[in-house]
């Protein structure tokens, strides 16, 4: 499953090449919340001037989560490392990657030998010569902001998103509609599924300019501020990206107001 927005349509890539250096940089920030577990992992590496970053939200009981999510950064990491991706075909690569890592979390076995049964969401960008990929399987997010704008850059793969389809589609009422969305953040994709088929990948490189930022969170940042506040503590902290990223967290606590917060995890891309 490929998707995009139609705004995004003018940054597609092109061959030309841009002449001036630019290095993306990365920042980050996690915490636990008030969960027993930290179930949230990412990761950045580096090769050869390219940059790879990630972060998992994972899910299941006691600490499955934790060894979905664990496994398919290291698993990720490790891949990038040890494969030669010819230039621009990253999202070959990051596709091929989501098909790998659901086997491996879905084949996880517990201490008596039982499938675990867990789970975890990922995103993950590619950055390559003045060029992004990205991937997305569940409902972590990735956001791009280019002159002060900020764009949800993957749809969430959850049931809501079933439901827009079919209404959109004409194929269930309002009122269907409306009886069904009380269920609508259920996830209808994730690692560990077991031949995972809804997958996001941008069909082509997409283009960076100076300036822009790439930013990858699991669902405890987005379902406690808006993409407004999330732009707004950035633009607030636009010289000091860690600080930014450890702000993003740090208000997600702040304003769960003592009630539940689920792990909350950011990372900050920049390029400049």
Request: aromatic share 10%; with cysteine; glycine share 6%.
């Amino acid at each position: 499953m490929e998707t995009m927005d139609d705004y995004t349509n003018e940054y597609y890539a092109t061959t030309e090449r841009l002449e001036v250096k630019l290095t993306p940089r990365i920042y980050s920030s996690s915490i636990i919340g008030t969960r027993e577990y930290q179930q949230d992992r990412f990761g950045f590496q580096e090769k050869d001037d390219v940059l790879l970053a990630v972060v998992c939200d994972g899910m299941g009981g006691l600490k499955g989560g934790e060894q979905a999510s664990e496994i398919s950064v290291q698993t990720l990491l490790n891949d990038f490392i040890e494969t030669e991706v010819a230039p621009h075909s990253y999202n070959d690569f990051l596709f091929r990657e989501a098909k790998r890592l659901d086997r491996i979390v879905y084949s996880l076995k517990d201490a008596s030998g039982k499938r675990l049964e867990a789970g975890t969401t990922i995103v993950s960008i590619v950055i390559a010569d003045h060029f992004i990929n990205w991937l997305s399987v569940g409902d972590s997010k990735i956001y791009f902001i280019r002159d002060n704008q900020i764009y949800d850059m993957v749809p969430q793969h959850n049931y809501k998103m079933t439901l827009d389809n079919l209404l959109n589609a004409g194929k269930i009422t309002r009122q269907k509609y409306q009886s069904e969305i009380g269920r609508g953040e259920a996830l209808i994709s994730f690692l560990g599924i077991g031949n995972v088929s809804v997958i996001e990948v941008n069909r082509h490189p997409f283009r960076l300019n100076e300036g822009d930022m790439i930013v990858l969170c699991s669902d405890g940042l987005y379902k406690r501020l808006s993409d407004e506040q999330i732009l707004a503590v950035i633009q607030d902290n636009y010289f000091d990206c860690q600080r930014a990223a450890d702000t993003l967290t740090r208000t997600a606590m702040e304003y769960s107001n003592g009630k539940s917060q689920d792990n909350t995890t950011v990372i900050i891309a920049t390029y400049r």
